[in-house]
């Protein structure tokens, strides 16, 4: 793919989602996590690759719905509300994360749903 994942928000007037940024194919997830918001909502794209052991070099495409404690609950709730409605412009997506803090998007986290879904 042309991107390591893509991060989108919606614009201030709650009415539409757009592009916020993207990572290349160089970025980690490493630099993903280092690139959420800490106090707002987001919705975000990432290809994921992994070993699965015996079966050799995977990739998923993982879509998060980062709605962090700390954000306003009604920012929370519109994001929450529109996620199905965004989630179908999409194509390709195969797993859904969502996060409130930082624990629930860790790599073994993300890595465990991947593992259990690859069968």
């Not at 990432?46 to 495409?61: H, I, L, P, Q, T």
Request: with cysteine; hydrophobic share 30%.
């Amino acid at each position: 793919g042309k991107y390591r994942y893509i991060f989108y928000k919606l614009t201030d007037d709650r009415n539409e989602v757009v592009i916020e940024k993207k990572g290349d194919p160089s970025k980690t997830y490493k630099d993903f996590l280092a690139e959420l918001p800490e106090h707002e909502p987001r919705y975000a794209v990432f290809n994921f690759e992994y070993d699965a052991g015996s079966d050799g070099k995977r990739s998923k495409v993982i879509f998060f719905l980062w709605a962090p404690d700390s954000s306003k609950v009604k920012d929370k709730m519109i994001y929450a509300g529109t996620k199905d409605a965004f989630k179908k412009s999409l194509e390709g997506l195969q797993i859904e994360i969502q996060g409130t803090d930082k624990s629930e998007v860790d790599y073994d986290e993300v890595l465990n749903k991947c593992n259990k879904i690859s069968k």
